[in-house]
């Protein structure tokens, strides 16, 4: 009789489950208003349009299986915007324009009265709303004079808020606005709930952009033009998310208390992190999403972003790039993907290229557990360039994956990392100490095990090969002993004193390039296959990386289980008893696609 009532149990809440429909031909027009009617375990399909709104879903699901889905109806074009097409532009003198719009037109949000402001921001005084043409932005002019004056390199923009309207003049050269397709920023973000906890929703599908994204704070709330706003298990897949002032997408966190925000220190936001524990900051209640298969470029701070928020979540598939290349936005979180507290996070199958100011991915704070892997970074002009491990306790693995920008590799002022089969093509930057207390945690949790400075060093670096002008002799100064085994070292690498039994090829020109071409990227590497001999690497596992020294923990799967790093960049098995060292199990002599992977 219990099996009977469990299996009408489920039949009923199957046959609850509703699918709203919403476009032009149909009785919901906007996004919202099927939003206000969506419960646990129905589906909201969105049929071909642009939808200016922004999405404030009321609830969410309550489990995995009675989520929520928005998604865009198979193969129709659905575009969710922040901004609003805007006519009526009076001619000034040469190709500039003006508008002036009551400020009631902006609601309780003027993003051109609302400055990029926040912790560790170092913004120049730029707004949050932007003037796009043909869906391209300009960049804001802080005076209104160059304005006036005939186009120079790009058309400017300059705007003026009274007490009753707002004013702005835009450049535009040829062109006539009212004749053109000319819109301004007019939200803050296209899909974000306002309340917390709104949990188990997937987003799918959609063309999401223009939107007047705010700082996203390491200690603040982090609104993005998509973001999750402190909650559990969403999903946000297949998206196409660009032109954000500063974030697309915010794992991130719940905003303070009035007259609770610590200072913008490092014992600050610890105090923010014994704050977040006592607000629910656990595998339990917050992280757990997914963030796949988008293609996110053209924000000014992050491509994705998350403080606390991001834990036990998963990033993978991503193509992620141009972010905060224009120098409109800047000071520290900046970067492609840049993570606070990303406990037991897998980043993996990513491409990252194109990002500016800080790192193509930032680690920062409390990534213990992590595995990254199977990630492509390249042409990041960052002063930390592809990756930066800050102030890390580990265990954190970081496998299979190509770094390919100029400058530097890595910035470590870490601990604890183990690199194993990567191709790396740069320097490495290594800060010997830094005395910060920051935390590390319990096993596989959030709650915190104690506060440690960072004295360099208790790294491993196996089955790597080194191009280029790897500089390993930086690692000799480290405060804990790094290990180091089975890597290659080609022409211009140099070893670390703590390198034993590597295969040294100082007149081996691994001649590696990337190029575009139709269909993906491709890489063009030159390997000997006699490697596989003579570099004797062994199969990685989490028995042969030890432990940790700070946290005193094992190098795990997110989920506890016994790790092995026994596939390569494509997903392809390593041989168990000699895997081939770098990222491709099989050698490569020539030409091989790395994105789109096959």
């Known amino acids: 009789m219990k099996i009977l009532i469990s299996i009408l149990v489920l039949f009923a809440g199957v046959a609850r489950a509703r699918e709203y429909h919403v476009g032009v031909n149909y009785p919901l027009k906007t996004i919202s208003a099927a939003a206000e009617l969506a419960r646990p375990g129905d589906t909201v399909t969105v ?41 009526n532009w009076e001619r000034v003198t040469n190709d500039t324009w003006k508008v002036t719009l009551p400020n009631s037109y902006f609601g309780d949000f003027n993003p051109f009265a609302r400055r990029v402001a926040g912790e560790w921001c170092s913004s120049t005084g730029r707004h949050t709303g932007m003037v796009y043409l043909n869906g391209n932005w300009f960049a804001e002019s802080l005076t209104l004079d160059p304005v006036l004056k005939p186009v120079g390199k790009e058309p400017l923009w300059f705007a003026k808020v009274d007490s009753q309207s707002t004013t702005i003049w835009a450049q535009f050269p040829g062109v ?12 803050q973000c296209v899909f974000y709930p306002s309340k917390t906890g709104i949990n188990y929703i997937t987003v799918r ?157 930032w680690l920062d704070w409390m990534a213990q557990g992590a595995v990254v892997t199977g990630n492509l970074l390249h042409d990041n002009t960052s002063k930390h360039a592809d990756v930066f491990f800050e102030m890390q306790h580990g265990p954190l693995v970081f496998a299979n994956n190509i770094l390919l920008s100029p400058k530097f590799s890595f910035t470590v002022n870490s601990k604890g ?56 002799p930086v690692l000799d100064q480290t405060i804990l002993p790094c290990f180091a085994t089975g890597n290659v070292f080609t022409k211009g690498a140099q070893p670390s004193k ?8 100082p007149d081996f020109d691994a001649d590696v390039k990337l190029t575009q071409k139709s269909g993906g990227w491709y890489l063009t590497i030159t390997e ?39 596939t390569d960049y494509f997903g392809k098995p390593r041989d168990k008893t000699n895997p081939f060292p770098g990222p491709f199990e099989a050698p490569v002599n020539g030409e091989i696609r790395v994105w789109p992977k096959p």
């Open 417 to 472: 990392m183990a690199i194993v089969h990567n191709l790396v093509s740069a320097n490495i930057y290594n800060i010997r100490t830094d005395p910060r207390d920051t935390p590390y945690h319990h096993a596989h949790a959030t709650t915190i095990a104690g506060l440690s400075g960072s004295p360099s060093g208790d790294h491993r670096f196996y089955n790597n090969l080194f191009i280029r002008q790897w500089n390993g």
């Open 498 to 505: 703590f390198n034993t039994a590597d295969l040294l090829k």
């Open 205 to 361: 599908g959609f063309e999401m952009r223009q939107a007047a994204t705010p700082w996203a704070g390491a200690m603040s709330e982090q609104v993005g033009l998509v973001g999750t706003h402190w909650s559990k298990g969403w999903i946000i897949e297949n998206n196409h998310i660009h032109h954000s002032m500063c974030t697309g997408i915010t794992l991130g966190r719940y905003e303070l208390p009035k007259g609770k925000m610590p200072p913008a220190t490092a014992p600050g936001y610890v105090k923010s992190i014994e704050l977040a524990l006592r607000d629910g900051w656990s595998k339990e209640k917050i992280g757990s999403h997914i963030v796949r298969m988008n293609h996110i470029h053209h924000c000014e701070k992050n491509g994705i972003h998350g403080s606390l928020g991001a834990c036990f979540s998963e990033i993978s598939g991503n193509d992620i790039h141009d972010i905060s290349v224009r120098g409109w936005v800047r000071g520290d979180d900046t970067a492609g993907i840049k993570f606070l507290g990303g406990v037991d996070m897998v980043i993996r199958d990513n491409h990252i290229y194109r990002c500016g100011d800080v790192a193509g991915i």
């Open 528 to 566: 000997d296959k006699a490697w596989r001999a003579e570099a004797k690497c062994k199969l990685v596992r989490t028995e042969s990386l030890g432990k940790a020294k700070i946290p005193g923990l094992r190098y795990e799967n997110p989920d506890g289980t016994p790790l092995a790093v026994d």
């Open 47 to 87: 049929h071909a349009g642009i939808y200016r709104e922004r999405v404030n879903p009321p609830r969410g699901g309550t489990s995995d299986g009675q989520r929520i889905t928005y998604q865009a109806a198979k193969d129709e074009q659905v575009i969710i915007t922040g901004s609003e097409a805007i006519k």
């Open 176 to 187: 006539n606005p009212n004749e053109a397709n000319v819109e301004i920023n007019v939200r």
